[in-house]
């Protein structure tokens, strides 16, 4: 595993936006975001393989974009138009072997998370 720490949550009412970092020591194969909100189980949200294009879950398809920042080891999420169903903790995850916003099993490194509150 690697190590991954978050930043840039905060509270945000609906439509407004926030962006998300994901900052870790090397070149992973994969970095992706998840989030889990209370009473709810896990959801990805957006992964990134390396060299690769984004894929995204489809509640934030057109809303949210991750991006990385190669030499900094670091992946973004960009995320727009914020709705109160975004409210949840979210977490960096990271990969050798996958790359999946469909689950979050096989991710060896998780983040420490980072939360993120929408207001109607």
């Not at 905060?10 to 407004?16: E, K, L, M, R, Y």
């Not at 959801?43 to 949210?64: C, H, I, M, P, T």
């Not at 914020?82 to 996958?98: F, G, V, W």
């Not at 689950?103 to 939360?115: F, R």
């Amino acid at each position: 595993q690697v190590p991954l720490v978050e930043s840039g949550g905060g509270s945000v009412q609906a439509g407004g936006s926030l962006t998300l970092s994901c900052t870790t020591t090397s070149s992973v194969y994969c970095m992706a975001w998840f989030r889990q909100a209370p009473g709810k189980e896990r959801e990805g949200v957006a992964s990134s393989v390396l060299g690769g294009r984004v894929s995204y879950a489809d509640s934030v398809k057109g809303r949210f974009s991750a991006s990385r920042d190669y030499p900094k080891y670091t992946l973004h999420l960009q995320m727009d138009n914020l709705k109160p169903e975004d409210t949840a903790m979210y977490y960096c995850a990271a990969s050798i072997s996958r790359c999946t916003v469909q689950s979050g099993d096989g991710y060896d490194s998780w983040g420490q998370g980072t939360q993120v509150s929408v207001s109607s």
